[in-house]
């Protein structure tokens, strides 16, 4: 024999209007918890907008950025530096104490193999680098003209 066993599956709702009572109670029980959660948090929180934490100079000072952009000022920019000028601000950080291997200011015996090459050799070095020297020193900023007169300076110290 059989036995055949048979749940019963029906649902809550029997009614179409159990079905929207329950549907109405899905859609309302969140939105009522969220509410509750609010005012909870907030702690119904008033705000009173004439009070002096809501004037327009207390709001502002809330919003205020952090911090403030400033520009350069372009009347300030410099024209061309002299080569002694570039040489004090530049050059002698390196050449002052003879660093990886820069000719020392005054040292003759170390700028004769330069002077050897020529000036221009020796210009175009300083503008576009060498070895360890960078191009114009380290400074982009420098013109060309600036690095050239920086040299000539340099090899008139160690003349």
């Known amino acids: 024999m059989i036995d055949v066993h048979v749940e019963d599956h029906s649902t809550a709702s029997r009614t179409p209007r159990q079905l929207i009572v329950v549907v109405l109670l899905a859609f309302l029980t969140p939105i009522l918890l969220i509410v509750m959660i609010v005012q909870m948090v907030t702690g119904g929180l008033k705000v009173d907008i004439g009070g002096r934490a809501m004037s327009e100079d207390a709001v502002a000072q809330r919003l205020k950025p952090v911090g403030d952009v400033a520009m350069a000022d372009t009347s ?3 024209g061309v530096r ?3 000028e570039v040489v004090k601000t530049v050059c002698q950080a390196c050449h ?12 003759k015996a170390a700028w004769q193999p330069r002077l050897a090459q020529g000036v221009s050799k020796v210009h175009e070095h300083a503008i576009k680098g060498i070895r360890a020297m960078p191009p114009k020193g380290g400074n982009p900023s420098l013109s060309d003209a600036e690095v050239n007169a920086a040299v000539d300076f340099m090899l008139n110290q160690s003349k």
């Open 96 to 107: 002052g104490a003879g660093l990886v291997g820069a000719p020392k200011l005054g040292d």
């Open 76 to 78: 300030a920019i410099q």
């Open 82 to 84: 002299s080569g002694e």
